[in-house]
């Protein structure tokens, strides 16, 4: 049997209006653009889960001092490491089947500008929930699944976040986020609609 391969990226995104009030049950719009992407690459494996590191390899000792200074001693592999933790959990307090015992070995990469507040973290987050979705063909609702990937950075990481870019990021497009407490009280996830530009 051909051994699946599994590509998924995510893009950067840049809230228009309203940002940070995502944080304050408030209004944005946001939109994400193509000129970067982070990208996942999932290949199934007979033997075991694996990460293949670009992060550990350097030109030179001038290179790897460079690569802290700009990343610190945390790469990208902690952000897939607890994707896959968040999403596991979550197919188990959700009834969800899926078969936890076929094995992958991930890659990712990515081009978006780090620091700089293009959401490069929450994209590679992106990118890899939609792998494993696909791989263990597993569905999220789409206004659903912006929670569960700010829900591996703020308690799997204990990075503070808001849900703004997660949104745009899932959505991959122009959209108003209305994040009003009763609302989301209610439905358990925001008020998302994509705008239509004309032409």
Do not use: W
């Amino acid at each position: 049997m051909k051994k699946r391969h599994i590509k998924t990226h995510a893009y950067p995104r840049v809230g228009l209006i309203g940002n940070p009030s995502d944080g304050y049950h408030g209004r944005t719009i946001a939109f994400t653009f193509k000129n970067f992407r982070a990208e996942i690459l999932m290949g199934e494996d007979s033997t075991r889960i694996s990460f293949v590191n670009r992060e550990s390899t350097f030109e030179s000792v001038h290179e790897l001092c460079s690569h802290i200074r700009h990343h610190g001693y945390y790469g990208g592999i902690r952000l897939l490491k607890a994707t896959i933790k968040r999403f596991h959990d979550h197919c188990k307090e959700h009834s969800i089947a899926a078969d936890f015992e076929k094995k992958f070995k991930v890659t990712y990469t990515s081009n978006i500008p780090q620091q700089v507040g293009l959401a490069g973290s929450s994209a590679i987050i992106t990118a890899t929930f939609r792998a494993l979705m696909d791989f263990y063909g597993v569905s999220i609702d789409q206004a659903v699944l912006p929670n569960l990937i700010r829900e591996v950075e703020t308690q799997e990481l204990s990075i503070p976040a808001g849900l703004q870019d997660r949104v745009v990021q899932v959505y991959d497009t122009l959209i108003f986020m209305d994040f009003n407490t009763s609302y989301m009280d209610t439905h358990g996830h925001g008020l998302y609609e994509p705008i239509q530009l004309p032409g």
